[in-house]
């Protein structure tokens, strides 16, 4: 199936963006309902020595099972069709995210939200690939862009909304409160993903795709996973491991797979072996640390510096956020008009990069100068936010140009592999060096220190690395 036309690319950018909303506010639900429990002693997490790591080992979790189904989620998309990957990833998602506000227990919530993870870990790549199946040439990078925008208004309303329906539901539920975001947010994902069967045209599958097939594929693989991450986490726990060791094996556990895909799956060694494709599989590494450390915890952030109300520092947090619909269409847009150009996405990519990371140190001065205005601090994660969307865009389009095009899922499914190593460390390591210097100075610090890091891995992309040629396309 090739980038035809007849096609109907809007309606399914549309379905997508929507998708990427339900997606990302189901991930970035934890942040906040953790910052809630800790300032309101709830049972779950009262009698923690260290709230904050422990908090931040709960994302880490998600981003456990999560991270593991990314080359799985491609490499089937590649097998069975993109559409069918997508929702079933909504409809898994939908289900397990119910179930985490129905159930009580710090066990059965962590399985649940590792099971959630290991759904939704199959959207991205799957998402990313059915958009370059179906979109004009010319036109990918603004596709992927505007579809990403969803993630922006997903990770606003998690950043928000989840504070509003916990306090909205304290009169009913009491501490329970917290349960709330899980059923409302866990109904409508089901809605989103029965609306995705009727209108993605099943005519966009692979010829002889089954969802039976696919359900079965990727339910093998993540039944392995949740045995493997659940009894990590008892043994670890039995031991009484700090936070920190116990995500550091789940990362090792990342790296195991990784060489386990090489030395089984040959036929995808051309997107694990080329040089500036796992270059910038590294490089978005710290950009996944940034988005996840500011997700998690950046309602916290900004209370603990400025002593404003969980609500307030939602709303200043949500700046970053909402920066994304202009920053990922334009990462797009900019994108698109380098592409033709020798190394045009690898040096635009660069700049925006090393802007970003310029943007996130001032952020970090002015928070640790001891300033704590609102409106200074809003405006500063305005901009910084609209680079860091814009950057991840150009990642996404340059993916699609340097891989292959027969392995393209699983290109996108590496590539957010690795780079959810960042999610999996960023929210426990940053809860450890909270809760051990008291304050969130050394976290923001490490987070600038790291993207910095990024631009040296961008600037050793090959040179001619990729330059896309133009093939005339009938609109």
């Given amino acids: 199936m090739g980038n035809s036309t007849t096609h109907?690319?809007?309606?399914?950018?549309?379905?997508?963006?929507?998708?990427?909303?339900?997606?990302?506010?189901?991930?970035t639900i934890t942040g906040p309902v953790v910052t809630w429990m800790i300032n309101n002693d709830v049972a779950l997490l009262q009698s923690a020595s260290n709230p904050y790591a422990l908090g931040g080992l709960l994302g880490s979790l998600f981003f456990a099972g999560y991270m593991l189904t990314q080359f799985p989620g491609g490499y089937f998309g590649d097998k069975y069709g993109y559409r069918n990957m997508v929702i079933l990833s909504i409809l898994w998602a939908a289900v397990t995210t119910l179930l985490t506000g129905l159930?009580?227990?710090?066990?059965?919530?962590?399985?649940?939200?590792?099971?959630?993870?290991?759904?939704?870990?199959?959207?991205?790549?799957?998402?990313?690939?059915?958009?370059?199946?179906?979109?004009?040439?010319k036109k990918v990078g603004l596709g992927m862009g505007i579809v990403m925008g969803g993630l922006s208004v997903g990770l606003t309303l998690g950043l928000v909304g989840t504070v509003y329906l916990i306090e909205w539901a304290v009169p009913f539920l009491g501490q329970d409160a917290w349960k709330s975001p899980f059923i409302i947010l866990g109904i409508i994902t089901l809605v989103v993903g029965i609306a995705m069967t009727i209108v993605i045209p099943k005519s966009m599958n692979k010829p002889g795709a089954q969802m039976k097939k696919t359900i079965f594929s990727l339910g093998s693989y993540s039944f392995i996973f949740l045995v493997i991450i659940m009894s990590i986490y008892m043994v670890t726990d039995k031991?009484?491991?700090?936070?920190?060791?116990?995500?550091?094996?789940?990362?090792?556990?990342?790296?195991?797979?990784?060489?386990?895909?090489?030395?089984?799956?040959?036929?995808?060694?051309?997107?694990?072996?080329?040089?500036?494709?796992?270059?910038?599989?590294?490089?978005?590494?710290?950009?996944?640390?940034?988005?996840?450390?500011?997700?998690?915890?950046?309602?916290?952030?900004?209370?603990?510096?400025?002593?404003?109300?969980?609500?307030?520092?939602?709303?200043?947090?949500?700046?970053?956020?909402?920066?994304?619909?202009?920053?990922?269409?334009?990462?797009?847009?900019?994108s698109d008009k380098v592409a033709y150009k020798q190394n045009g996405r690898r040096n635009i990519l660069f700049i925006l990069t090393a802007f970003f990371a310029l943007s996130v140190f001032a952020f970090t001065f002015y928070i640790m100068s001891g300033h704590g205005s609102l409106v200074i601090m809003s405006l500063i994660l305005f901009i910084s936010g609209t680079v860091f969307f814009a950057v991840q865009s150009i990642q996404h389009a340059f993916i699609s140009e340097l891989a292959p095009v027969e392995h393209r899922g699983s290109a996108f499914g590496l590539w957010n592999l690795i780079a959810e190593f960042g999610a999996l460390l960023s929210p426990v390591i940053s809860g450890v060096l909270r809760d051990s210097t008291g304050s969130w100075s050394s976290p923001l610090l490490l987070d600038a220190i790291l993207i910095a890091a990024s631009c040296l891995c961008i600037v050793s992309i090959g040179i001619g690395s990729a330059k896309l040629k133009l093939v005339p396309q009938s609109e």
């Fill in 239 to 334: 031991m009484q491991l700090s936070e920190g060791a116990i995500a550091a094996i789940f990362t090792l556990l990342a790296i195991a797979f990784i060489a386990y895909i090489y030395r089984t799956k040959p036929e995808v060694r051309p997107v694990l072996k080329n040089r500036n494709l796992l270059l910038l599989y590294i490089s978005a590494i710290p950009i996944m640390w940034h988005l996840w450390f500011y997700s998690f915890w950046s309602v916290s952030i900004v209370s603990d510096f400025n002593g404003s109300t969980l609500t307030t520092a939602a709303l200043v947090a949500s700046f970053n956020a909402v920066a994304g619909l202009i920053g990922f269409p334009l990462g797009g847009w900019i």
């Fill in 103 to 137: 159930f009580h227990g710090l066990l059965v919530f962590i399985a649940l939200r590792v099971l959630t993870g290991l759904g939704e870990g199959a959207f991205y790549s799957n998402d990313r690939s059915l958009i370059a199946q179906v979109t004009p040439p």
């Fill in 8 to 27: 109907p690319y809007k309606r399914v950018w549309g379905m997508l963006f929507i998708g990427w909303i339900v997606a990302y506010f189901d991930r």
